[in-house]
């Protein structure tokens, strides 16, 4: 009898937890950058909606989920019939998030969405000097 498959054996709950930790956290930190693709009315749409989001302390996820329904649903009637993608994301001190749309043909529009938290450095401003063999010459 073959055993479990080291990959899969310890997937389920415990594998989402890290997902499930970030998009039930909320944002902190000012917003450094927008960087999208979207049609100017709808990005700023998406960007207004984005920051009404986290003014109101919304978690990560419920932010992202609001985005899709108030703004980006627009493009579903905007590009009936059309092919369209595009993104948006959100670069703020503590996290990145980034809102995908993929429109079809044939009227369907997938949402999708990506969460990462951005690691701070302190850099030492004396490493450089401290580790300078030169330095008390």
Known sequence: MAGA???TARAGASASRGY???VN???GGELQEVESD???DIRDDALRVFRSAVD???TIKDSIEKVQKDALSVIEERFKGQRFKGFIKFDYETNVI???VNKFGN???QFSAGVGTRKMVCPD???GRLSDPNMNR
Do not use: H, T
Request: glycine share 4%; net charge negative; aromatic share 4%.
């Open 98 to 100: 980034q809102i995908n």
């Open 5 to 7: 498959c080291n990959v």
């Open 125 to 127: 401003p004396f490493m």
């Open 38 to 40: 979207l049609p100017e």
């Open 25 to 27: 956290s909320r944002i």
């Open 20 to 22: 499930e930790d970030a």
């Open 107 to 109: 009227g369907n529009a």
């Open 56 to 58: 109101q302390k919304m």
